[in-house]
T-cell receptor, first 113, second 114 residues
Framework: GAGVSQSPSNKVTEKGKDVELRCDPI?????LYWYRQSLGQGLEFLIY????????KSGLPSDRFSAERTGGSVSTLTIQRTQQEDSAVYLC???????????FGPGTRLTVL | AQSVTQLDSHVSVSEGTPVLLRCNYS??????LFWYVQHPNKGLQLLLK??????LVKGINGFEAEFKKSETSFHLTKPSAHMSDAAEYFC????????????FGTGTRLQVTL
């Protein structure tokens, strides 16, 4: 079946602009995660959604970052007033439940000029 | 708090020789441990996982890892490297106490030469 998909695959933006990154999880997966992979920080957790529970936002680096998940499926990660240090690959993963294997999407490469 | 330390940022082996990628972990709980692989321009793929069952875990593509609590280690091995094994490998820990957000190591780049 289809895996986790993310769009766009690449995004180039100017400093100060807002961007939206989209994640389509595997159908039936109730848990959804966002991670960021950057040269300086490696791979780091950002936010986690499980069903209708309040998301775990403990990994978001600043209040410029937010995410929502509509209808328990598609998720959007929004970065407001982008900065150059936001340049990274943003990865989305989904799993059947909290303690199940996470399947990763191909990522969105964000470049902030 | 949980963390993992990958002791080598880069490992180079000849095709057909054994692979050893080292990982040490720290966790307040009984950890779940994983190895993920990332091929160039590809997504992360789970190689294997340890979740408190057998300490020797077998994964895909001939890889295996042994959980050693006394040494807080979870090293990844393969008896014979193949050119297609060249990739970035991540050791990952989840303590399971707070959902299952994963904490990644810094990665080990495996190079396989002829």
């Amino acid at each position: 079946g289809a895996g986790v998909s993310q769009s766009p695959s690449n995004k180039v933006t100017e400093k100060g602009k807002d961007v939206e990154l989209r994640c389509d999880p595997i159908s039936g997966h109730t848990a959804l995660y966002w991670y960021r992979q950057s040269l300086g920080q490696g791979l780091e957790f950002l936010i986690y959604f499980q069903g209708n529970s309040a998301p775990d936002k403990s990994g978001l680096p600043s209040d410029r970052f937010s995410a929502e998940r509509t209808g328990g499926s598609v998720s959007t990660l929004t970065i407001q007033r982008t900065q150059q240090e936001d340049s990274a690959v943003y990865l989305c993963a989904s799993s059947r439940g909290t303690y199940n294997e996470q399947f990763f999407g191909p990522g969105t490469r964000l470049t902030v000029l | 708090a949980q963390s993992v330390t990958q002791l080598d940022s880069h490992v180079s082996v000849s095709e057909g020789t054994p692979v050893l990628l080292r990982c040490n972990y720290s966790s307040s709980y009984s950890p779940s441990l994983f190895w993920y692989v990332q091929h160039p321009n590809k997504g992360l793929q789970l190689l294997l996982k340890y979740t408190s069952a057998a300490t020797l875990v077998k994964g895909i593509n001939g890889f295996e890892a042994e959980f050693k609590k006394s040494e807080t280690s979870f090293h990844l091995t393969k008896p014979s490297a193949h050119m297609s094994d060249a990739a970035e490998y991540f050791c990952v820990v989840s303590d399971g106490g707070t959902a299952s957000k994963l904490t990644f190591g810094t990665g080990t780049r495996l190079q396989v030469t002829l």
